[in-house]
């Protein structure tokens, strides 16, 4: 019986440490891995993803223009109707938050209207945080020209490590 409740306390102990390191983890060290952070208090829940999560996920290309870079990039990703599907069960609004603690908050059904796009990757490569990376919220400006409004640049974030649902 004693091993039994010994065994139990090492697996219990186990699981704890090696799910709230990720938990505990500062922006600096999300953007370092690559790493995003996504909780939804609608549901209580709370998980730590990185790229190869977002591959398992619907991904698709979205080549477009942006109103800080030059020339047309192709991005890969998840879009936001899908993030909200996965995570954000119940929820109405989102507040994505930065590397550098940059805030926004938004209304999901804005995001998905506007066909916000989670991007991991450009140009075929994983971006770097001098690229807006490792996550940049963009939209298809080069399609939906009307989307090139202060309130859409707006909800296009970059460096992007933590995103909660509400």
Not at 79 to 86: G, K, M, P
Request: aromatic share 12%; charged share 25%.
């Amino acid at each position: 019986m004693l091993r039994r409740q010994f065994v139990a306390g090492v697996v219990a102990s186990f699981s704890l440490l090696s799910a709230s390191p990720l938990k505990a983890l500062t922006s600096g060290q999300l953007a370092r891995k690559s790493l995003l952070k996504i909780s939804n208090t609608t549901n209580g829940t709370e998980t730590v993803i990185g790229i190869d999560d977002l591959r398992n996920m619907p991904t698709s290309k979205l080549t477009t223009t942006t109103p800080w870079t030059d020339g047309t990039i192709e991005f890969e990703g998840v879009y936001f109707r899908d993030i909200v599907a996965r995570f954000g069960s119940g929820a109405k609004v989102g507040r994505a938050t930065a590397f550098n603690d940059y805030q926004i908050d938004f209304e999901l059904s804005e995001i998905m209207a506007k066909d916000g796009f989670l991007a991991f990757s450009r140009d075929g490569k994983p971006m770097s945080r001098r690229d807006k990376g490792p996550f940049w919220v963009v939209f298809p400006w080069t399609e939906r020209p009307e989307f090139d409004t202060r309130s859409v640049h707006g909800l296009s974030i970059w460096q992007l490590v933590d995103l909660s649902f509400n």
